[in-house]
């Protein structure tokens, strides 16, 4: 498994795609479009957030709002070579491990390393059950 990070656009820091919530769409499809115009990454995006994690956005005019992220993991299945913010950006892959060291954000770090772990092989049968 891979993590793609982008660049802040104002710090240059390691970030995750993400954006604000957008009118008419749900969540997961707004990550999905935030994923495109951010990260030139198209895929498969799924409707199962894998976790939450919460930071102090600093606005332009210097206000501190508190935001909480959903995270939707996303089947990457093409980078485009030109994208929206592209000029503005760079993007990397990370192994989960490496993603976590490179972020600010602490909870943030801690939901990456739980993707280093490997899943816990079950049941078909008891995957079917939990979900019926």
């Not at 769409?25 to 495109?36: G, N, Q, V, Y």
């Not at 995006?45 to 206000?63: C, F, H, L, T």
């Not at 929206?84 to 602490?106: G, T």
Request: include cysteine.
């Amino acid at each position: 498994m891979q993590i793609l990070l982008v660049t802040s656009r104002d710090t240059g820091r390691w970030v995750m795609p993400k954006g604000w919530t957008m009118d008419g769409h749900k969540p997961w499809a707004a990550a999905e479009i935030e994923a495109l115009e951010e990260a030139g990454a198209t895929g498969y995006i799924s409707q199962e957030e894998i976790g939450v994690y919460r930071y102090p956005k600093i606005m332009d005019n210097g206000a501190i709002v508190p935001c909480r992220v959903r995270i939707y993991p996303m089947i990457v299945e093409k980078l485009k070579r030109d994208w929206k913010e592209r000029k503005e950006r760079k993007r990397q892959w990370f192994s989960p491990r490496s993603a976590a060291k490179k972020v600010d954000e602490e909870d943030l770090s801690k939901l990456l390393l739980t993707l280093a772990k490997k899943p816990k092989k079950q049941p078909v049968i008891q995957n079917l059950l939990r979900t019926a």
